[in-house]
């Protein structure tokens, strides 16, 4: 899975540069810095940001406004779901933290060829921090008929200590979106 | 209204998957047949030089009948390590009783973890006595369910199983959010996977009190034979139900039928994100955008574990009271004008809720893992579905979300046991009416 050592092609890090730059317009309005773009044929064809404070839907991460963004546009140009698959299992998602369960169950469903991504999600990853819903499931079906995930390659560690940087600088300066804090801010001011 | 509570019933769905009663993890221990003459001091002096920490489950006293009428009497003296059959590490007390009553120590195996049901129990006792206390559903200070809170989590559910139903050609997944402190319908829902009819049709239009949904005793009424499984937990549905997102997410695509070119369709829009969209769009309409209030707070950089991070709670104030009405977002701003606007400000901040923090949700399958995370993201309190999904569930069938400890939140999870029969019961019912 995640081989941060290996060596990242120039186009992955350029990619990477442009996912990054979608999470630095989240943080300059104050939305969790993450980005992400998709790329099909060696183009990026949608980009998205994180917008959870704006649309207070907790839901609406980068990569649920890329995927949007493409279901969108390729329906608008007529293509049946199936071709609409076929396109998906062709695109790359780079992204500048690993997706979450709920986007990497999203990623299989759509069927995603592969994921490059930023900085691990220790609390909630979907790609081998939590759950590895990225490998393909087995599904433990009775009917035969039921299909499953695929899954995708995943790949991690790209870039992420930019990604890291930009969380940090978020969080440093507090989510306005968060519930209350119980405890004074004094008691957790160290880091 | 009693009919469906005799049917119907409220199972919790716990944090750890449960093992089969036969296989429940075990430890071992030194155990000694006593002499029935000695057996209360040998016990109280156990109690004091060795009591069983952690396993106050375990009974310290075992009782067997023997043939021709007579009892032995078995006592657990202390905990043995691993591979280690001899009492080289037993304290010196123990030692010292042992030598005492000349007591010759076996092995045996106790059950490691209180029973959580009576067939657990019973298994436990096949190998060491212990108690057994039934649950009390009293979990992470979610109190039990008495008999209104019960007619009020069927009437929702019903609700939800009535949306699931009332489709012309297949039954869906339905999702209805609720707000139980105030006994209010927030958003509900349907599959929208093969018919989206555009972004701005969202039906906002779900303001119903409980007592508007059809609560006539009869729909309660469900077949009389369910079968009660011995954990209550699994039964296999007779039919497919293809239409089901959560159920066959991958089949989006073998889908040719959408073609109305009005329509939108979209693999991702299953009941649970459709109803989060809803009760999100709610929330901004009845509580407009308070400007660049900055609310100083603070969540841990998701980077690090979160040790020391609490919770906060969802703070209910005066936006229950008006929460029917249009203008909410209007009357809060009038207050502004009355008091100082920094108090104020902070007032109104505390007011509007936070995600569907302390909210219920009613699903009529159990979510896949995207719904079930989107639930954890959108801070859902309550989960309640009704069948279990084995092709891709993620609250016990296939994963088990509520017991994952790294996510920021956790939600309880509640299966209503209901038999299938309430699936066709609506078209029935249709054709029953026309």
């Not at chain 1, 980068?62 to 071709?83: T, V």
């Not at chain 1, 991690?156 to 440093?172: C, D, K, N, P, V």
């Not at chain 2, 901004?284 to 950089?301: M, T």
């Not at chain 2, 939600?411 to 249709?430: G, N, Q, S, W």
Request: with cysteine.
């Amino acid at each position: 899975m995640a081989s941060p050592g290996e060596e990242c092609s120039t186009e992955t890090l350029a990619f990477m540069e442009l996912a990054l730059e979608q999470a630095k317009s989240a943080l300059s309005i104050l939305e969790v810095p993450i980005g992400c773009v998709i790329v099909g044929d060696g183009k990026v064809v949608a980009s998205g940001r994180n917008r959870t404070t704006e649309t207070r839907n907790a839901t609406r991460h980068a990569e649920m406004e890329a995927i949007d963004i493409l279901l969108e546009q390729w329906q608008k140009s007529g293509l049946s779901p199936s071709e609409v698959a076929e396109r998906f299992s062709k695109c790359i998602l780079y992204v500048t933290c690993e997706p979450c369960i709920m986007c990497a169950a999203a990623l299989t469903i759509l069927g995603i060829k592969e994921v490059y991504y930023g900085c691990a999600n220790d609390k909630f990853g979907g790609c081998g921090s939590i759950l590895s819903l990225h490998l393909s499931s087995p599904v433990p079906c009775n009917s035969g008929e039921v299909q499953s995930s695929k899954g995708f390659k995943s790949t991690g560690g790209i870039m992420a200590s930019e990604a890291i940087f930009l969380l940090r600088t978020f969080y440093e300066q507090g989510n306005p979106n968060a519930p209350k804090p119980h405890r004074p801010l004094a008691a957790q001011a160290g880091h | 209204m009693n009919n469906h509570l005799g049917s119907w019933q409220i199972v919790h769905i716990p944090d750890k998957q449960p093992v089969p009663p036969g296989q429940q993890p075990t430890v071992s221990m030194f155990a000694s047949v006593i002499d029935p003459k000695h057996a209360n001091t040998i016990v109280r002096r156990l109690n004091q030089v060795a009591p069983l920490e952690g396993f106050r489950h375990v009974k310290r006293v075992q009782k067997k009948f023997l043939e021709g009428g007579k009892t032995q009497l078995s006592v657990l003296i202390c905990l043995a390590c691993d591979n280690d059959t001899q009492l080289d590490n037993v304290p010196s007390h123990v030692q010292e009783l042992i030598n005492l009553y000349q007591l010759s120590t076996s092995i045996v195996k106790v059950c490691k973890y209180a029973p959580m049901s009576k067939a657990e129990w019973e298994e436990q006792c096949k190998l060491w006595p212990t108690s057994y206390h039934p649950p009390t559903y009293n979990i992470d200070g979610i109190t039990g369910f008495n008999e209104e809170d019960m007619q009020l989590v069927f009437k929702f559910m019903q609700f939800a199983v009535d949306l699931a139903t009332s489709g012309k050609n297949r039954v869906v997944n339905a999702a209805v959010i609720v707000d139980p402190s105030v006994k209010q319908l927030i958003a509900s829902a349907c599959d929208q996977i093969c018919a989206w009819k555009d972004k701005t049709s969202i039906d906002y239009s779900c303001f119903l009190k409980p007592e508007s949904i059809t609560s006539d005793s009869d729909s309660y009424r469900v077949a009389a034979h369910e079968t009660v499984l011995s954990n209550g937990l699994s039964n296999e549905l007779r039919q497919p139900y293809t239409g089901v997102s959560c159920l066959y997410p991958w089949r989006w695509t073998e889908k040719q039928q959408y073609s109305e070119s009005s329509c939108y369709w979209h693999p991702l829009r299953h009941a649970a994100i459709v109803a989060i969209e809803s009760s999100a769009a709610r929330d901004r309409r009845l509580l407009p955008d308070l400007g660049n209030i900055r609310i100083k707070s603070f969540e841990l950089d998701p980077m690090k574990a979160s040790p020391t991070s609490s919770p906060a709670k969802r703070q209910r104030t005066i936006c229950d009271n008006v929460d029917n009405d249009e203008s909410a977002g209007n009357q809060i701003f009038h207050m502004v004008d009355n008091e100082s606007a920094d108090n104020q400000i902070f007032h109104m901040a505390l007011a509007r809720p936070y995600l569907c923090t302390g909210y219920d949700i009613y699903l009529v399958w159990e979510p896949c893992p995207m719904c079930a995370m989107a639930l954890v993201h959108q801070r859902i309190r309550r989960i309640f579905y009704a069948f279990p999904n084995p092709n891709a569930g993620a609250l016990g069938s296939v994963h088990r979300l509520q017991g994952e400890k790294s996510l920021n939140h956790h939600y309880a999870v509640f299966r209503i046991v209901m038999p299938e029969e309430v699936l066709h019961r609506c078209k029935t019912d249709v054709a029953k009416t026309v």
